[in-house]
């Protein structure tokens, strides 16, 4: 193995037009970690709020002046080619992770064992890689909004990555499921399992009261009233982002939220989604039997990593966009 390799890097917050094709040491797996030969990244909006530095309260966690870990991308599939002391895995093991931090858009990347998630024969690295954000996120969501068989749920800002994922396994759930996007998109979402597909120009305090018995809320942009008022009694809204000033991004967001919760039967819940390998594998079975499918919208090769970070930059993306590997 190579003591370098190829890497997209930067050296400072900023826009994607600052993230450059680079020459970096191969990292060394360290206790419990694992070296992957990286397959296919897929990017998220998270990667390109931690390439911005935004908001600025993040950067005490990610780095104050630039990015502690200068590569992109946390949702990898890649094949153990090294093992560090004390991590169970075997060499040549096809596997999923979401990284901490970053480093997806490089040629190996390390990543603690205790993430990692065995990759079906049949599903393929492109797909794999889009799984553990945006659909970890989706499950995560509905989850919390008490999603299930019967459930009336509105989907706002459907075609994203995690919102395409989130209509999908409503459906699943055997959920009715409305959701929002732009009329452009509107066809592409209403395949995935939508009952109603709804113009997201359409403001929702148009939409009658108490419609739905949950809301989930992936744009972030909508009056915290107007989303209370579309569920009802025992309904639930969750945030899965929101959008807010550069320092505190959507921290004033969720603290009215909770403000409107209290002694509501329509409760306001922010959503914190984390890491769950267990959760993880199952969504893959579900990718491997059909019920779910990644939608994705471009693919890349590594010699253009750049060029798909400042596609996700642009935002609109339909579905996921995914680099493979070098």
Partial sequence: ????????????????????????????????????????????????????????????????????????????SGTVVAVGPDATAELGDEVVVELPGGGGLAEYAVAPVARLVPRPATVSPADAACLPIAAGTARQALDAAGVADGTRVLVIAAS?????????????????????????????????????????DQPLRELPAGSYDAVIDIAGTAPLRDLQRLVADGGRVVLVSGH?????????????????????????????????????????????????????????????????LARVEAGHVVGKVVVHGA
Wanted: glycine share 12%.
């Fill in 1 to 76: 193995m190579n003591e370098t390799m190829n890497a997209w890097v930067q050296n400072a917050y900023g826009p994607a037009s600052g993230v450059h094709r680079a020459e970096l040491p191969t990292p060394v797996p360290r206790t419990g970690e694992v070296l992957l030969k990286v397959r296919a990244t897929a990017l998220n909006a998270g990667d390109v709020r931690i390439m911005q530095g935004d908001p600025l309260l993040v950067r005490p966690v990610f780095g104050l002046r630039h990015p502690k870990q200068p590569v992109r991308g946390m949702d990898v």
């Fill in 160 to 200: 994203g990555g995690v919102g395409t994922f989130a209509v999908q396994l409503a459906a699943a759930a055997g959920a009715e499921v409305h959701a929002t996007c732009s009329a452009l998109n509107a066809a592409s979402i209403g395949r995935l399992g939508v009952t109603t597909v709804l113009d997201r």
């Fill in 244 to 308: 807010g000033g550069r320092v505190l991004g959507p921290v004033a967001r969720m603290l009215g939220a909770a403000v409107l919760s209290v002694g509501s039967r329509r409760r306001i819940r922010p959503l914190a989604a984390v890491a769950k390998p267990g959760m993880l594998r199952e969504l893959l079975s579900l990718v491997e039997t059909g019920t779910i499918s990644p939608l994705i919208e471009a693919e890349y090769p590594f010699e253009e990593a750049g060029a798909a």
